[in-house]
């Protein structure tokens, strides 16, 4: 090695997108990105943490067949790839039977050193506590004439690892990460990377996967900084990219050259995405290729419909309504208008038939009964029915379409309008659904596959919201108007406040008192509720863990 190439370290960053427990796919990525690598000259390739498996797999990760798996999987790519780049990648390690999230540095053919999380996240969607042993404090590795420190994801969002890697010789730090999106974390990232960059005074790289895994999407959005707050690296977010970046060897120690510099969209574009890949990955993981859903005219169908023709294809969308005699005229004609301005298959089902054979196989257990909720009901959980058969016939997965607002109160039917495989907007409130179709119509990307402009109808848009289960039914006759039913579950959920707290901004306290119990009440619906994207830190599942059974109230 010559005196010039010693001051120049080149490094691939594979920004790419695992499949969880799909062990020989991500290995031959691997492998691919590896010579891709070695063909560009690089000293090292760098994938994300846990690769190898894919991230987050959860109690799958224990099961020791699956992680024997993994692990031979390592031995045997860092065996082919011998002449060329080091390899740093992500995998499950095990020694006297303890279970390690480790970082797997592979070169001339062998494994030669493992770095092990330290750090374990126990928050939110996490819970490697439970899954994975704590490794020890170590010191960096070497890749030719340069000493590597690498902090695994949550190791770098804390100072101790960080300062014992710069104080045992690390030149620069490599962060390979599992580190899902939520609105926003790109401000959060950067903030935990300046304070390592200026604790430790070396350069950061932070590296990122991308993909859909269950309801969590990884949003990539690597980047580098070095010291002085400089970010010569900022890749893009959701894409996969495999990047070779250059470090260079100055009087003060390795400084990172400027390369490829995104600028990321706004959060409405990457809420949007994130809803967009999320399904996408869901559908290709899983093995579907097409779906369904009932169109109603209402505002949540819309967007699905759009999310759905956007990530996989309008050639790939059935919409579908089932009219009842509460139906309106304004609605039949915005469903159908809908699938067309999307170009999706339109399907129009009455459900009277259907209707009057249970309500006359009920009759006589309901005799002398009033009308009320059942009705209603029995009209949604038709639809469900009809929706399922035609998923079980077409082999199409049913989407379903209930916001967040809806989900946090129970304002949905079970085994009715609950049905389906997956719910884009489990995690949006219904006052952010309505500026997000308004979005999506005056905004088109190259990645979304529906047609540009005005796909959702106006009067979508416009009109008051109604379930259309009974005569002149409108959503503000349950619950309180949007706006603030909404303002009051951010301060409940999101925030995770009190009565008090909502008192204080302003609502009313019986307004809040109803909908803490609605929440509670709930909670047996939601247990049961298909996945759906996680679009904030307290999503509906892994994020807020409540008792189904539960009788404390707030009494603030």
Known sequence: MSETQKDRFRLTLCQLNPTVGDIKGNTDRATQAWAQAKSLGADMVAFPEMFITGYNAQDLVMKPAFYTHAMRAV??????????????????????????????????????????????????????????????????????????????????????????????????????????????????????????????????????????????????????????????????????????????????????????????????????????????????????????????GGIDSAIVATIAADALGPENVRCVMLPSEYTSKDSLEDAEQAAKNLGCHYDYVPIKQGRDAITDTLAPLFEGRDADVTEENIQSRLRGLLLMAMSNKFGEMLLTTGNKSEVAVGYCTIYGDMNGGYNPIKDMYKTRVFDMCRWRNENHRPWMKAPAGEVIPDRIITKPPSAELREDQKDSDSLPDYPILDGILNILVDQDGSIGDCIAAGYDRKDAKRVEHLIYISEYKRFQSAPGTRLSKRAFWLDRRYPIVNRWRDEG
């Open 75 to 296: 031995e045997e790519l860092a065996a082919q790839c011998v002449d060329g780049p080091t390899i740093g990648i992500g995998a499950p390690y095990v020694e006297d039977d303890k279970l390690y999230n480790a970082y797997y540095i592979c070169k001339g053919g062998k494994i030669a050193t493992r770095v092990l999380k330290h750090n374990l996240p126990n928050e939110t969607v996490f819970d490697e506590v439970r899954i994975f042993d704590s490794g020890p404090l170590g010191g960096p590795y070497s890749v030719g004439n340069t000493r590597v420190g690498t902090p695994i994801c949550e190791d770098g969002w804390h100072e101790e690892v960080s300062e014992t890697l710069a104080e045992t010789g690390a030149e620069f730090l490599l962060i390979p990460n599992g580190s899902p999106y939520y609105r926003d974390k790109f401000d959060v990232r950067l903030s935990h990377m300046t304070a390592r960059v200026v604790e430790t005074g070396l350069p950061v790289i932070y590296l990122n996967m991308v993909g859909g895994q269950d309801d969590q999407v990884f949003d990539g959005g690597t980047f580098a900084l070095n010291p002085g707050g400089e970010m010569p690296i900022k890749l893009p977010v959701f894409d996969e990219c495999i990047e070779t970046i250059e470090l260079e060897r100055q009087s003060e120690g390795w400084r990172i050259a400027k390369g490829r510099f995104e600028t990321h969209p706004d959060a409405w574009e990457q809420d949007y995405r994130t809803m967009v890949d999320s399904l996408r990955d869901y559908m290709d993981k899983t093995g579907f290729k097409k779906v369904l859903l009932g169109l109603s």
